[in-house]
């Protein structure tokens, strides 16, 4: 017995719901994998991407990581985007932050986590290069929702900003950039910065 069979048998009923549903469900699911959206979120276990967008498996690919971060040196993330740009070929990115995220709140903390704390700072340089904004909000909510929203814009920015995106769009390829906040509160997503398709348009 493991300590486990709880998830075993929850992936046993899911499966047979999914066949009652359409027998050929699995069979389709194997044939290929041809999604017109990538998302980029954070790790969080109360954000599961295609729940939160209604769509199924096989219809988003996905990169979580703490904080939703796309930085320059992070291969993980880059070989996603790269992967499905260049080979799954998806029309639309989006990076999703939320509302009441721990890494957010956690990099506005002075104390010591370990080797996270690295991974935090990228997110402690937006708080200061927004600090006179983000003073003038009237409470530490406020402040914080806006910096997961900032944090969102600067992640976003820093997509365009690859080589990946800058050479899909210099050969005309059909992508769109979306920049997106959900709300845990309420279930929502709020459109931030959408359909971003060009070197101009970036924020």
Not at 123 to 151: F, G, V
């Given at each position: 017995?493991s300590l486990l069979d709880h ?94 995220c721990g890494g957010i709140e ?98």
């Amino acid at each position: 017995m493991s300590l486990l069979d709880h998830l075993l048998a929850n992936n046993r009923n899911w499966a047979a719901s999914k066949i009652a549903q359409d027998p050929d469900f699995f069979q389709q699911l194997t044939k290929q994998q041809k999604p017109k959206y990538l998302w980029i979120g954070c790790a969080d276990s109360r954000v599961p991407a295609n729940q939160i967008i209604g769509l199924a498996p096989g219809e988003v690919f996905v990169h979580r990581n703490v904080a939703n971060l796309v930085i320059h040196t992070d291969f993980n993330a880059l070989s996603v985007i790269e992967y499905a740009v260049e080979v799954l070929k998806v029309e639309h990115i989006i990076v999703c932050g939320h509302y009441g995220c721990g890494g957010i709140e956690a990099a506005t903390r002075i104390e010591q986590r370990g080797l996270v704390d690295n991974w935090l700072r990228h997110i402690q340089d937006i708080h200061q290069k927004y600090r006179t904004e983000l003073a003038e909000l009237p409470s530490k909510e406020a402040q914080l929702q806006r910096l997961c929203e900032l944090n969102v814009r600067e992640q976003l920015n820093n997509v365009c900003r690859t080589t990946i995106i800058q050479s899909a769009w210099q050969r005309g390829q059909k992508l769109f950039l979306h920049g997106w906040v959900y709300s845990i509160n309420d279930g929502l997503v709020r459109e931030l910065w959408p359909d971003i398709n060009h070197v101009e348009t970036i924020i």
